[in-house]
């Protein structure tokens, strides 16, 4: 499986790359050895339905499509009508003893991911009885499993996907993390069974990639993608986070249970403010655990920032004054915020890295960074992380903290205030209402016109229905009905915080995010962690009640507070919020006739467009959509579903 060459975005209007032509080319930026720098782990496995051996000839195919993310090792396990694979990255236990696939009893797993409390975990059991060959997590969760079953995922705290063979039993367990930090897609086409880390794997083993015209009208019109179990590929779908699915090897039965959803707890007291600060300390302890270098991604925003703070002050508790930070510096002077991150870097003692990609990088790679991502992107700011990763591996760094989810948790996008004024005002609490208002127009970028504006847009389906109608306009109407459905369900979440984050955490919003950070940082060779989002903090967030998470007209307010023990105050109180953003209006514009021509090619557009629009007459993210789309089609060769 093969990826495009640098400079492939440049000369994509004389030479078009396809699935096909990735095929036995390598990008130069990372050259193939033999046993050369680690990567994100991958798993891939093969089920025929009817008792026919499998053979290894496919499942190598799939491990090859994804040999960037473990090329430190690879192991195989084939019996009969199941093939396990798996290819390697060392961060815990470096020796071979952590080769996979690995053995106990009856039990044999394939696993990507990091259990943080695998120590304490491995204390438990061996007071059990267990006894430990090697100091990997991987035997952690093989030995929980024995003991446990499927109430082990209960215990873990980390990020994973894996599969687990009962020999005895004749059964493969499958099992994601409670968010999906970590990918697992699968196909089941009734013969075959396919499953592994990345999509790129499933298409290697003999699909072929068609369009789902559903998602894709979804991520044209309303800008999401990975909110369901099915992807933008028509029968790749994905394990849902925190779910787990048992194939029965004799019937061919397949079954799936949900085990983790963050339900409403009947908490009293309540968690604190100084409750999330103590569960956030804890995980990021947690996530520095590992036995090669780590680092943290910074953007200067506040979440990063604090994880950054928190981070450096614990690896020189453990006698290492070196921490590295990365962050990205944007052509835009508007959308730069190195002056922030070079704050927190002094502030800090961090030893910090400037990651400055500018037109001719993105030109030059921005098709590999998308490869890497298979599925439509929501802007080019994914690129600006995709080059902090890059800059991260020159710097040596194997493992990147980052500040993701901590949005979510504690109400940090701008249109919480709209939830949250909503509840106010359906519970009666007109004068909390009005005074938070005031304070949110005072110590925000919102102004009065902007409120009444996003009031309408996010709680009034007509009304959001009606605008992004008009924005995708070039589509036939039976294509642009597709997305009203969830254009529904946005605007019916908007009346209580709660369960807007509650489903943001676990579909609409975080997913995305999630995935851009697994691809572009395995892409790589680095694991990227994210302390935010970890059970205890995860459910102390949601617990906390939305008076303390905004007030005083700030978002996040307990992050600043704690904030403002560890960091610059114009850092812990800054009103405006940027992250890793793509100077796209600058890059897009001087990209135009190169989109236009790949647009034009498509396929995909112009079986649901009435028209392909001028790009002149479009917004920026709109005009990256239907570019996105267009490369995403080429790339990966894919089909309209006649």
Same mark, same amino acid.
């Given at each position: ?429 007109? &004068? #909390?209402? +009005? /005074?938070?208002?005031? *304070?949110? !127009? ?9 409120? @009444? ?38 605007? &019916? #979440?908007? +009346? /209580?915080?709660?369960? *807007?984050? !509650? ?9 995305? @995010? ?129």
């Amino acid at each position: 499986m093969r990826r495009p060459s640098a400079g492939a975005s440049r000369t994509a209007s004389v030479r078009r790359f396809t699935w096909k032509t990735f095929r036995g080319f390598m990008n130069p930026c990372w050259p193939r050895k033999a046993a050369a720098e680690p990567d994100m782990c991958g798993i891939a496995g093969i089920i025929n339905k009817d008792p026919v051996p499998t053979g290894t000839e496919t499942l190598r195919a799939m491990m090859e499509a994804m040999g960037h993310r473990g090329p430190d090792d690879e192991g195989i396990y084939s019996s009969g009508q199941l093939s396990l694979g798996h290819r390697r990255l060392s961060i815990i236990d470096l020796s071979p003893a952590g080769h996979q696939p690995m053995r106990f009893r009856d039990l044999v797993i394939i696993y990507n991911g990091e259990i943080y409390n695998y120590l304490e975990l491995r204390q438990e059991l061996e007071s059990l009885g267990h006894r430990f060959e090697t100091g990997t997590d991987t035997e952690v969760i093989l030995h929980a499993f024995d003991a446990w079953g499927d109430q082990c995922l209960h215990r873990f705290t980390g990020m994973w996907a894996f599969a687990i063979l009962d020999e005895a039993k004749g059964e493969v367990f499958l099992a994601r993390d409670r968010f999906g930090i970590k990918p697992l897609y699968y196909r089941d086409d009734g013969k075959r069974f396919l499953f592994a880390s990345e999509i790129k794997a499933i298409l290697a083993g003999g699909v072929s990639a068609r369009v789902n015209e559903q998602r894709l009208v979804e991520y044209l019109v309303v800008g999401i993608t990975d909110h369901t179990e099915e992807t933008c590929f028509e029968g790749v779908s994905q394990v849902l986070p925190g779910c787990w699915m048992r194939i029965d090897l004799p019937s061919g039965r397949i079954r799936g249970q949900r085990y983790y959803y963050p339900t409403a707890r009947a908490v009293s007291p309540p968690p604190t403010g100084d409750d999330f600060a103590a569960a956030l300390k804890r995980s990021v302890r947690l996530h520095l655990r590992s036995d090669v270098p780590v680092g943290t991604c910074l953007s200067g925003g506040l979440d990063s920032s604090v994880v950054a703070a928190l981070a450096a002050a614990m690896n020189r508790e453990n006698g290492n004054n070196r921490f590295d930070a990365v962050t990205a510096r944007s052509e835009n002077p508007e959308t730069d915020e190195t002056p922030y991150a070079r704050q927190v870097a002094e502030h800090c003692g961090l030893r910090w890295h400037i990651a400055a990609p500018d037109y001719d990088d993105f030109t030059g790679h921005i098709e590999t960074c998308l490869w890497f991502q298979e599925e439509p992107v929501g802007s080019p700011s994914v690129f600006m992380q995709y080059w902090v990763m890059k800059k991260a591996k020159e710097a040596g760094l194997k493992v990147m903290l980052d500040g993701q989810g901590g949005d979510e948790l504690l109400l940090g996008y701008e249109r919480y205030y709209i939830a949250y004024f909503l509840e106010l005002f359906r519970t009666g609490r007109l &004068r #909390d209402l +009005f /005074r938070e208002y005031v *304070l949110a !127009v005072r110590n925000s970028r919102m102004s009065f016109w902007w409120f @009444l504006a996003s009031v309408g847009y996010f709680s009034c389906f007509p009304l959001r229905r009606s605008v992004l109608r008009r924005r995708a306009s070039f589509l036939k109407p039976e294509a642009l009905a597709r997305s009203y459905p969830l254009i529904r369900s946005l605007s &019916r #979440d908007f +009346f /209580r915080p709660r369960d *807007l984050q !509650v489903t943001e955490i676990m579909g609409r919003q975080l997913s995305h @995010l999630l995935r851009y950070e697994d691809r572009n940082s395995m892409a790589f060779s680095i694991e990227a962690r994210v302390p935010f989002i970890e059970a205890d903090c995860v459910y102390t967030a949601l617990d906390l009640p939305a008076a303390e998470k905004i007030r005083g007209g700030y978002t996040k307010y307990p992050l600043r507070k704690l904030a403002e023990e560890i960091l610059p105050g114009e850092i812990a109180w800054r009103r405006n919020k940027i992250g890793f953003e793509a100077p796209a209006d600058l890059w897009l514009k001087r990209h135009q006739a190169v989109m236009h021509a790949e647009i034009d090619r498509s396929c995909v557009l112009n079986r649901i467009c009435n028209r392909i629009p001028d790009l002149g007459t479009l917004n920026t993210e709109m005009q990256w959509r239907l570019y996105n789309i267009a490369i995403w089609e080429r790339m990966f060769d894919v089909s309209s579903q006649d």
